[in-house]
C-alpha cells in the first residue's frame, strides 16, 4: 500500500521567512512525487513534481529515499503563497493511482 | 476552454435520494478519475477509468456507480444518499502515465 503524510494542518509563517511543507511517504516500490496546489477559489493545480527537479514559483522539493521525504521549500514567504498543498505519491496501478496526502494550509502573513 | 467541467457545482438533497453528477474534459485525456474531499480537506481516490474501462475501484460502497460512455466523459452515480456522503467530489483526468492530473472545480454535495 501507498501512503503519504503531512503532519501539519496549518503553517503560518511572516512575509519574507523561508518555508517548509513536510510530507513523508510510504511505499515499497520506486515512488514519484509531486506536489499540488490549491489557490481560494481555484483548481487544484500541479506545482512540481520530483522527476523534472525545477524550481516553480520559487518552491522547490528534494526526494529524499532514505528518509522517504518530498519536503516543499520557499526560502523567503510571498503573500501569494498562501493555499492549500498536497503532496501525492504514484506508485501502484502502472503509475496511473495518485495517493494524497491530507494537505497543509499555508498561510503568509505580513 | 475550461479544460475539465463538472456539473453540478452546488447540490443540496435528502437523504435516500439518488443523484448524480457529470465530468466532462476535452483535454484529449484517456484516463478519468473522482476523488472525494471531505470535511477535512483529506482527498482519497474513488474511481478510475482508462479509456472507459475501470481499473481502479477503491472501498466504496455500491451505493457509487462510475459510468464512463467515451474517454472525455466520467459521470459519478449516486444512490440511496446517506448524510456520510455530504463532501466535495472532484473529477480528474490525465494521460495515463504522466502522473500530472488536471482537476475540475468540484461538486459540493450537501446530504440533509
Known amino acids: 500500500a501507498q501512503r503519504v503524510t503531512q503532519p501539519e494542518k496549518l503553517l503560518s509563517v511572516f512575509k519574507g521567512a523561508p518555508v517548509e511543507l513536510k510530507c513523508n511517504y510510504s511505499?515499497?516500490?520506486?515512488?514519484?512525487l509531486f506536489w499540488y496546489v490549491q489557490y481560494s477559489r481555484q483548481r487544484l493545480q500541479l506545482l512540481l513534481r520530483h522527476i523534472s527537479r525545477e524550481s516553480i514559483k520559487g518552491f522547490t522539493a528534494d526526494l529524499n529515499k532514505g528518509e522517504t521525504s518530498f519536503h516543499l521549500k520557499k526560502p523567503f514567504a510571498q503573500e501569494e503563497d498562501s493555499a492549500m498543498y498536497y503532496c501525492?505519491?504514484?506508485?501502484?496501478?502502472?503509475?496511473?493511482?495518485?495517493?494524497f496526502g491530507t494537505g497543509t494550509q499555508l498561510k503568509v502573513e505580513l | 476552454d475550461t479544460a475539465v467541467s463538472q456539473t453540478p457545482k452546488y447540490l443540496v438533497t435528502q437523504m435516500g435520494n439518488d443523484k448524480s453528477i457529470k465530468c466532462e474534459q476535452n483535454?484529449?485525456?484517456?484516463?478519468m478519475y473522482w476523488y472525494k474531499q471531505d470535511s477535512k480537506k483529506f482527498l482519497k481516490i474513488m474511481f478510475s477509468y482508462n479509456n472507459k474501462e475501470l481499473i481502479i475501484n477503491e472501498t466504496v460502497p455500491n451505493r457509487f456507480s462510475p459510468k464512463s460512455p467515451d474517454k472525455a466523459h466520467l459521470n459519478l452515480h449516486i444512490n440511496s444518499l446517506e448524510l456520510g456522503d455530504s463532501a466535495v467530489y472532484f473529477c480528474?483526468?490525465?494521460?495515463?502515465?504522466?502522473?500530472?492530473?488536471?482537476f475540475g472545480e468540484g461538486s459540493r454535495l450537501t446530504v440533509l
Open positions: 501525492a505519491l504514484s506508485g501502484e496501478g502502472g503509475g496511473n493511482k495518485l495517493t
Open positions: 511505499y515499497s516500490g520506486s515512488p514519484e
Open positions: 483535454l484529449g485525456h484517456d484516463t
Open positions: 480528474a483526468s490525465t494521460l495515463y502515465g504522466t502522473g500530472e492530473l488536471f
